[in-house]
């Protein structure tokens, strides 16, 4: 049984996949409580699948890019509950290759995923949809949406930057995920251990090591004696 699950975007979620199929998803929208509610997600997860921690014999969660506070409860809960479970290190996913893995049977082509970075920005990446799976092709990266290059703002695009930017993001992808879905997360990160996506052999693709990915600092900074940091 693995367990999946990410704190990159305002959809907090947790999911059970048993190798063969995902067993249950439960996800919580609040883009302000990733530690009061990522352990409830979790719990409720394992009892609507039927089975129970000791069962687990793998733990994954996406890496970002997402908020500093938010992917930091994401990555921490899932060493601990590896740790706890005596379970291997946990594999870390980029959240931006999940939500494209989730158009794969619904899209062909190239693909803009964006989400939401605050300060009037999104986090972003480019890929090439197959019907094997999403292929990264640019990114991930940040920047306002208005300062993408013009190739990349008319992709088809998926994400909650998508709406908030509309008048730059201008093609939508009809049915589209607008967060990450913890269950399309645990369906690639099994193709990806089994070698059944196309980025599972490529070096720096695929299955990363459980560092949250910031692509900058985070908004709060602490004070140093003498004056703010440098």
Do not use: N
Request: glycine residues 12%; charged residues 25%; negative net charge.
């Amino acid at each position: 049984m693995l367990l999946a699950i990410d704190t990159a975007t305002s959809l907090i979620g947790a999911a059970v996949h048993d190798g063969s199929a995902v067993r249950s998803r439960v996800t919580f929208e609040d883009g302000r409580r990733h530690g009061e509610l990522l352990a409830p997600a979790v719990q409720q997860a394992l009892e609507e699948a039927g089975t129970h921690r000791a069962a687990l014999t793998a733990v994954v969660c996406g890496v970002g890019p997402g908020p500093f506070t938010g992917l930091r409860v994401g990555v921490v809960t899932a060493l601990v509950l590896a740790h706890a479970l005596d379970l291997p290190v946990p594999e870390g996913v980029c959240s931006l290759d999940a939500m494209a893995h989730g158009t794969v049977g619904r899209h062909l082509g190239p693909l803009l995923v964006a989400t939401d970075a605050r300060r009037k920005e999104v986090y972003w990446a480019t890929y090439e949809v197959t019907p094997d799976g999403a292929v990264r092709v640019d990114g991930p990266a940040v920047a306002r949406a208005a300062d993408l290059p013009s190739e990349v703002r008319d992709l088809p695009a998926v994400g909650r930057g998508v709406e908030l930017y509309a008048a730059s993001l201008t093609r939508p992808l009809d049915g589209g995920p607008r967060d990450v879905d913890p269950g399309t997360l645990a369906e690639l990160a099994v193709a990806l251990r089994e070698g059944r996506h196309p980025d599972a052999d490529r070096d720096g693709r695929g299955l990363l090591a459980p560092e949250p990915l910031y692509l900058r600092r985070p908004d709060a900074v602490a004070s140093l004696p003498g004056g703010p940091p440098r």
